[in-house]
């Protein structure tokens, strides 16, 4: 049974108008590729090394898909995961939105391929792409469905194939980042207070520090982008851990001083998983105590969009989150973008 309202602190949503409506997260699911690759696995590829990417990331391994699996196989099965703990059929899903940097193509969509694959043959369907906090854009735009009494089931994903668009020759980045997918289905709950906020924002000046430069209409494929490896993604990596500590600290502050209430009423943390050090660096900004973050980046690395959901399936999973609790969730990606989150579970 879910608990009533708490009233310990602000909705932020009830100035809007939405009194009786609340968006909540009545189910999720993850799913990751079965191959393992290790950090030893690395050593035999690049100069590197397991105590290298231990101590200057947390991360021990990562999941690389099959090559005949796809962003949108990934995508599919968190989906049908997600869609079981909510207690929803296919067809009653009225909206997919796929966060993804990397789509099975360019065009369609790959929440299209996904809609196909679950048979959610009511759904409307479209991408989203705001790279590592993807998942909280996903989650906002999708409650305003919700809020907006536009649909009832909602059906998030974030999902990436990144070991498609790795350089397996670059140990800067090759080293950091793994496939998988999570997915949320939102519905209305007006038992419980829900999504109470998310703060979103990015900044377009830093683009060039995380980008693919190759595939669209600035370098279309020739066999000079090819040649010139623009079609994989690159990433200056001081710089980007520097703005992903100040913006998700800044998101984090902000989503909790709408809400009015105090880090110390979190039960559990969801961040972005890109490197253990950001984690620390951010709870120590908003004096969160370390235990309070759910943790997974040593099994997956950097998932990007999927990161935050599959961390948010496996701390329900494993009762670090339950009814009732405070969870705040915080990303960060490459466009820059940023986004932060309240919810009470
Ligand atoms: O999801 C989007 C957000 N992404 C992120 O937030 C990632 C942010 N960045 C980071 O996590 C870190 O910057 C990295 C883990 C990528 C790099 O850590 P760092 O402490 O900033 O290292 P660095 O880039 O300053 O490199 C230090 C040294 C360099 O050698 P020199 O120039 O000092 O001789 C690198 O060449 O470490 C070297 N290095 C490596 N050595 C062994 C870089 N990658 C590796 C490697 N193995 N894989």
Redesign the pocket.
């Known amino acids: 049974m879910i608990p009533a309202p708490s009233n310990k602190f602000k909705n932020p949503r009830a100035k809007y108008g939405f009194k009786g409506r609340t968006c909540s997260i009545a189910g999720v699911g993850s799913y990751v590729p079965e191959r393992v690759l290790t950090n030893s696995d690395?050593e035999k590829l690049?100069?590197?090394?397991d105590e290298?990417?231990t101590t200057?990331?947390g991360i021990k391994e990562r999941r690389i898909a099959a090559e005949d699996e796809y962003t949108s196989d990934l995508a599919a099965e968190a989906a049908r995961r997600a869609m079981t703990d909510a207690g929803v059929g296919p067809e009653d899903i009225d909206l997919i939105i796929v966060a993804t940097i990397t789509p099975d193509m360019p065009f369609p969509a790959t929440a299209c391929i996904v809609q196909q694959k679950i048979g959610a043959v009511n759904a409307a369907a479209f991408d989203l792409e705001a790279?590592?906090s993807g998942f909280i854009y996903a989650m906002e735009i999708g409650q305003q469905f919700i809020m907006s009494r536009t649909y009832d089931n909602v059906l998030i994903m974030g999902a990436e194939k990144l070991s498609s668009i790795m350089d397996w020759q670059d140990?800067?980045?090759?080293?950091?980042f793994g496939d998988g997918a999570g997915a949320a289905v939102l519905q209305n709950r007006p038992q419980a207070h829900g999504l109470l906020t998310a703060c979103m924002g990015a900044d377009g000046s830093k683009a060039g520090l995380?980008n693919m430069p190759g595939g669209g209409s600035l370098n279309p494929a020739t066999h000079e982008t090819v040649d010139a490896r623009l079609h994989y993604l690159r990433?200056n990596?001081?710089e980007?851990?520097k703005?992903?500590v100040n913006a998700m600290t800044k998101a984090a502050t902000e989503a909790l001083q709408r809400c009015e209430i105090g880090i110390e009423q979190i039960s559990c943390i969801i961040s972005?998983q890109?490197?253990l050090?950001?984690i620390d660096a951010v709870g120590q900004r908003i004096n969160a105590e370390k235990q309070k973050f759910y943790v997974n980046l040593e099994k997956y690395g950097?998932t990007?969009a999927a990161?935050v959901a599959i961390a948010l399936d496996e701390a329900v999973r494993l009762e670090r989150i339950k009814r009732g609790d405070l969870v705040l969730m915080t990303a960060?990606?490459?466009g820059l973008t940023w986004a932060a989150a309240v919810i009470e579970w």
């Open positions: 690395l690049v100069e590197t090394s290298w990417i200057r990331t790279a590592c140990r800067n980045t090759c080293v950091l995380l990433m990596g001081k980007t851990f703005n992903a972005h890109a490197n050090r950001i950097n990007s990161s960060f990606g490459a």
